[in-house]
């Protein structure tokens, strides 16, 4: 999360520095680490992109995970479950990342875009073990998907754990 404070129609291609607040996309991002944020286009927008947008007077920075023709599903990646939110609204798109002890890197860079790929797999998973814990017939099927699916969940929180160093 950012904050209340409503920034979103005045980005523009010149990078904003914006710090980040809340546990909603830890371990990627925490308290205290600083987003570079630009005005982005709905055409722009990619699964896996940090996207900042605004939902019920609070502004959000969370990651693109299924985009839609008009719309977008974004989650945290310390979250379980997310929104779709409209592409008709001013959005920003996280260029850069300085973490509050001083590092400063680019998210369009190689390693980064793997990362990124393996949260929306990730997400992905999550979402798919939530629909068959709430729409499964056959009690079996549904607790051996969860089994499956908290085991592969928990490999991508090791490898992100261990792209972010900790």
């Known amino acids: 999360m950012i904050g209340k404070v409503d920034f979103l129609p005045f980005l523009s291609n010149k990078p904003t520095k ?8 830890s371990p990627y991002l925490q308290t205290g680490d600083a987003v570079f944020v630009i005005k982005t286009r709905s055409e722009e927008i990619e699964e896996g992109d940090l996207i900042v947008f605004k939902r019920e007077n609070e502004t959000y ?22 929104s779709w939110v409209d592409l008709n609204f001013p959005l920003g798109k996280v260029v850069s990342i300085e973490r509050k002890e001083g590092t400063f890197f680019d998210v369009n860079s190689k390693e ?10 990730l997400q992905k998973l999550r979402r798919k073990k939530a629909s068959v814990r709430n729409g499964a017939k056959i009690r079996i099927v549904r607790l051996s998907l969860n089994y499956i699916f908290s085991a592969i969940e928990f490999l991508l929180k090791l490898r992100v754990f261990s792209i972010r160093g900790q």
Request: net charge positive; proline share 0%; charged share 30%.
């Open 18 to 25: 914006i710090f980040v607040q809340g546990s909603s996309m």
């Open 61 to 82: 920075v969370h990651r693109a995970i299924i985009k839609g023709k008009d719309k977008f599903y974004e989650v945290g990646d310390n979250q379980i479950l997310g």
């Open 112 to 121: 980064d875009k793997k990362l990124a790929k393996r949260m929306v797999t």
